[in-house]
Nanobody, 124 residues
Framework: QVQLVESGGGLVQAGGSLRLSCAAS????????MGWFRQAPGKERDFVAA????????DYAESVKGRFTISRDNPKNTVHLQMNSLSPEDTAVYYC?????????????????WGQGTQVTVSS
């Protein structure tokens, strides 16, 4: 129904910035709440950020507040995650996800569709 593809991952030094993108095809992106999650080796997949259908509301994990910004461009069917002041603790595979919920979920079970992920590595 909707397919998601992440891009923009790579290697960056601590203190640097990176912008991730999520491109959607199939159903219009405006139908969904969009979220970003991340998973480091041996750890659970954790919530990073979410954004409402019209972009009017956002939610962030405490660990990224003030450093990361989620945004969306519905006419282009894209979602972005601007990541600033990166630390080695941010190293993980980052996933884009879509939800049919009418709130901003923080749990993986509330998201119906997932991208394949993009690797972000932050060196010290």
């Amino acid at each position: 129904q909707v397919q998601l593809v992440e891009s923009g991952g790579g290697l960056v030094q601590a203190g640097g910035s990176l912008r991730l993108s999520c491109a959607a095809s199939g159903r219009a992106l405006s139908r969904y709440v969009m979220g970003w999650f991340r998973q480091a080796p041996g750890k659970e997949r954790d919530f990073v950020a979410a954004i409402s259908r019209n972009g009017g509301s956002t939610d962030y994990a405490e660990s990224v507040k003030g450093r990361f910004t989620i945004s969306r461009d519905n006419p282009k069917n894209t979602v972005h995650l601007q990541m600033n002041s990166l630390s080695p603790e941010d190293t993980a595979v980052y996933y884009c996800a879509a939800s049919s919920a009418y709130f901003l979920p923080r749990t993986t079970g509330e998201y119906n569709y997932w991208g394949q992920g993009t690797q972000v590595t932050v060196s010290s």
